[in-house]
């Protein structure tokens, strides 16, 4: 008699999926991470060529800058 009581339930411990909400449809997951990279480098460029050229500072010791001829010969 004591048989005829339990119940035939086998436990599925790790064996039930849980479907995870993504934040980002996998779908568009690698367009949505080319357009990020595609975006910084951009930005990186944008800032870069619009930051103004420090002036021009004092030559090294010793050196001495070559002077063109005005006629255009050497």
Do not use: C
């Not at 595609?38 to 500072?57: A, D, H, K, M």
């Amino acid at each position: 008699m004591a048989k005829n009581k339990q119940s035939k339930k086998t436990r599925q411990i790790g064996k039930t999926k849980i479907e995870k909400k993504h934040l980002i449809d996998p779908k568009y997951k690698n367009t949505f991470w080319t357009v990020l990279i595609l975006v910084v480098l951009i930005i990186f460029f944008i800032v870069n060529n619009t930051r103004t050229e420090p002036s021009e500072g004092p030559y090294p010791p010793g050196y001495k800058p070559h002077q063109e001829n005005s006629t255009g010969t050497n």
